[in-house]
Structures are given as C-alpha cells and as structure tokens.
C-alpha cells in the first residue's frame, strides 16, 4: 500500500488518500472501511447519449465519485472489494443520491473519509505501508559477483536492492585480485542484510545460489560478524537457510518456493506468533484457567486489574457495524497497551483466526492468576 496524503484533524476526523499495489492492500482496506465512512475513487459508468438522429449509444467512461458507504462486500477467493452507497457529490454522470457500487482496484488511487480515525486503523495504515512489517520472510539470491536481497510478504516480493560487483578472473599465477573482488562483493551483500532486513520481524533468510557460494558467504558473514561483535546477526544464525538455485537472480525463487522441503519450513510464517500464541492460550486454559480468560466482559475485567500479557483479537471485531460494540473493542486495545500487553490482532482469514473466533474473537493471556467475583463460591455454600 502507498500513502499518498494523509489529513487528520485534531478530534481525529479527516482522510487518507491510498494506493493499493497488491491483493493484500485489498485485504487491508476492507479492514479499514467502515459504514457511514465516505469513498472517494474512480469507476467506469456507461453513460448514454443520444445523437442527432434519435440512435441512443452507450459509451463508457472513467468517472470520479464520493459516495456514503451503505455496504462492503469482500470476495475472499478473487481478493475483490465491492462497495456500495450513495452517491453524496453531484456530476453530469451520477446524480446527487443515486446509488452506485465502486470496485477497489489495483493501482488506482481512492480516499477514505472518517469523523473518526481509531488507533487500530491508524496502525493497519502504518503497517500496511510499511513493508518491513509485512514481511517475516526475506531472501538473498547470489552468484558469483550478483546478488538481489528482497522481502517476502504472503502475495509480494519486492526487491530492496540489487548488487553488482566485478570479479577478476582467477589466474595461475596469482589470485589475490580474484579473492580481493569476492571479499568486496561478499562486504556488500553483508551490509545490504543489515540495512534492509529487520530480524525482530522477519523469521526466515533464504540464501540461495548455484555451486557454494552460499556456503562461502555464510561462512564469511559470521566470521565478520564475530570479528566485529555484530550481536544481531549471531543471534539470528538459525533463522539463515541456506538452499541451491540455478542464478543469483530474483527469478530462481520460484525455484525455492516449489520445493516442498522448503514449503514446510516457511509455511504460515507470517502468523506463527499469533499461533503459538493461541496455542499457549490452550495450554494455559488447561493447566491455569485463572490466566487463560476469553469472551470480552472477562478479559475487560483482567485489563482493569492490568493483568493481560497478551490480548489476542480478530480484526473482525473492528469490522463490527454497531459503532459502540467496535469502540469498546479499541478502547480494550488501549486499556491493555496502557499496562504494557502484547496486543495480536488476528486475521480472520487464517485457521488461527478461526480458532480465536470459537472463543468469541477475543482472549486473553494473564500475567498472574485473577480469580473473578462470578467465579468464587458463594459463602453460603462454602458453610455448607
């Protein structure tokens, strides 16, 4: 997603103004839009005009609308988004409150009025623009004196920079040319990792190459990083996977991503914390129910006590239309921020999702056990 204009006013009304690049930047407005939001955006109408002779014809026309959104309705196979409402700004094409169904499309601008923006939309904007938060997978594709570092996300590969270096052909006589020009190569593929891969977000680094320059780089790049103390990079080692392709370029990842040895590992990355963490939840509500709380009038109760570890929330729940039900969803975010909880926010796409929403969408992991009024036993039945 592309942030091409953001206006917030003080009381938190205002609009942004979006690009969608990919099917995920879809996912992400549908999450955004709400009822009683205003939409702005392009859309082709056929428009009918009558000519000199009485023929009618339709011709169709590219024309710019705001409407009043009535109904959002999200297509989860195509990753389409259909919107519908009134049209609320008259032109010679659409009357002033006549319906009309905009579809979002890829690349095309559209903007997005709100009398009030949250903190969860405000961090789904921030996210989804900014795409080292999206992408927990990252990959490094080299050969000798070529190399091309990208970020991953579930729909996207998006290249940070390409590196190109010449290398001396080694000679019998001597190679020290030869190996100076790997080392310079070998430098900048080193920096172009740290300056572009973010190890506390991303989870899996593909080094892939033809013969053993992988290997070679690997080696080089921790012997530097222990030579220098470079803490991140020793303590993400196991995160490095090395693999074989046929280039160091962008296009042998299609390599990578057909094997299944390499499916397995990278599979459901982007939400393996939220599904470690509903997996602890389980866990928890076995050994410890009094830690393991879910269903909103309880895990409100436990962020009045500061208690919440970790609130776990699907994004379906800030979709809700009632506008009280999902403002006392968000300020159960800020209460639970407010005391230093690790906030989730779940996709109600993903199976981990699913299986939040068996819990009524919302759970909670306590930092110590919190025994609630409605779960003590009475006095008098503890007398008899």
Known sequence: MKLLNRNIEKDESGSVRLIPEGPEDIWHAYNLIQLGDQLTASTIRGVKSETK???????????????????????TYACALRIKGRNIVENKYVAFGQYHTLDLELNQPFTL??????????KRIEDACDITKQ???????????????????????????????????KRRSSTTNYEKGVLRFYDQVYRAIKQHIDFDVVKVVILGSPGFVREQFFDYMMAQAVKTEDRVIIENKSKFLLVHTSSGHKGALEEVMRDPQIKARLADTKSAEEARAIDNFYQML????????????????????????????????FRA??????????????????????????SSLHVSGERL???????????????????EEPESDREN
């Open 357 to 375: 929403n068996q819990l009524t969408g919302v759970a909670a992991l306590l930092n110590f056990p919190l025994v609630l009024e409605s779960d």
């Open 53 to 75: 002779t009485g023929s009618v014809s339709t011709d169709r026309k590219r024309v710019k609308l705001t409407i009043s959104i009535e109904d959002v309705f999200f297509d």
């Open 286 to 317: 076995n050994d410890n129910p009094d830690r393991a709380f879910y269903g909103y009038e309880d895990v409100s109760k436990a962020a009045e006590h500061g208690a919440i570890g970790t609130l776990m929330v699907t994004d379906e729940l």
């Open 113 to 122: 009025s709100k009398p009030q923006w949250d903190l969860i939309s405000l």
């Open 135 to 169: 992408a927990d997978v990252a990959a490094v594709t080299m050969q000798d004196g070529l190399a091309v570092v990208c970020l991953l996300t579930q729909y996207m590969t998006v290249v940070r920079q390409r590196i190109e270096v010449p290398i001396p052909r």
């Open 321 to 346: 239309a009632d506008v009280p039900t999902r403002k006392k969803y968000i300020q159960l975010v800020e209460d639970s921020q407010a005391s230093n909880a690790n906030v989730l926010v779940f």
